[in-house]
């Protein structure tokens, strides 16, 4: 019963950092393009992509 307790804990553990950081990433990602636009003087043809959609791009490869 304590094992199954343990291992129960560990795994919520293991979830609620990933979130954390899920949560984290994002915050990240949309201070990044703030930054990005205003560096650009808002979203321009030269700078189409934002630093979220950088972070997309690595999600899904």
Do not use: C, N
Not at 55 to 61: K, N, V
């Amino acid at each position: 019963m304590r094992a199954a307790i343990k291992r129960r804990l560990a795994e919520l553990q293991t979830q609620h950092a990933d979130i954390e950081h899920a949560e984290t990433v994002a915050q990240i990602s949309e201070l990044m393009d703030e930054l990005s636009a205003k560096a650009v003087g808002g979203q321009s043809e030269a700078h189409p992509r934002t630093f979220g959609d950088y972070m997309d791009g690595l999600a899904d490869a």
